[in-house]
């Protein structure tokens, strides 16, 4: 029953005209869309529909949240699925949109074991019941270019990250487990090569240094590339670009990317944060020293 009512309740949704001014906002801002090929455009728009229209959307401090406005997170975040189906975000259940950075509690332990506990600014979240929490201020400021740093696309990745921790290393059939294992062991030893380039003090191309904190943020990081920045992501990590593909389903190196707009990005707060904990760790060593 709840099946048949979804499927009727997404054709009357799908039936109606695409609203011009959430395309009008998109065309002018996210340079994302004018990278997805002509030929996924219509499908798009209609995902981008049904992720509207299944969230709850929550302005908080003071933000007036426009249709518009969640059309243009919509859009970005499901570039994620055309290769799989929006399906894939039904756990996500709430979008939660602040106008500026928001300041929320943060604990993080150093590598001799003291734990620092703060107050920080941030510019989005995800949390493992299904929220989304986002920074308008930088999701726009992210869509509009393809630096390979893209607000939406970094915490919808954390929340397709927690749906597979949870259910694909156990759900399935024998070949698709014995797969998602094999996609495991590349992803990890990914990782484990870029975390070992950062501790050196190298700077790794087509990578955000961020994604060292930990295996989530690395695959949120690389997800960023892998869309904003596919060829040069392929150029330099080959191997993990043959991973990310065959997750992703999609081949983002083949996209022809718009022209970028003047300017450079701005620090984010999870670049203060990860130069911050970089500092101390750097204090702690002089110490023992």
Known sequence: MFRWWRRRRRARILAAPFPEDWLELIEGEVA???AVPESERPR????????????SWEPCGGITLTPPMCAVIAAQACVLTLGRSVDAFDHVRSILVYPTAYRAPDVWEDEAGVVTEEVDEREGEAWEWGTVVLSWQQVIADAR???GRNLVLHELAHQLDLLDAIGEATLG???RRAANRRWMASFLEAHERFVDEVDRGRRVKALDEYGAEDEAEFFAVATESFFERGAY???????????LSEYYNQDPASWTLPRPKPGRPAETGRERRRRRREEARR????HKA
Request: neutral net charge; aromatic residues 8%.
């Open 32 to 34: 994302l869309w004018g």
């Open 283 to 286: 204090r702690a060593k002089r």
């Open 145 to 147: 270019n393809l630096h």
């Open 44 to 55: 798009l728009m209609d995902d981008l529909r049904l992720f509207v229209a299944e969230r």
């Open 173 to 175: 059939s024998a070949e």
């Open 233 to 243: 992501l392929r150029e330099h990590h080959p191997e993990l670009y043959q991973v």
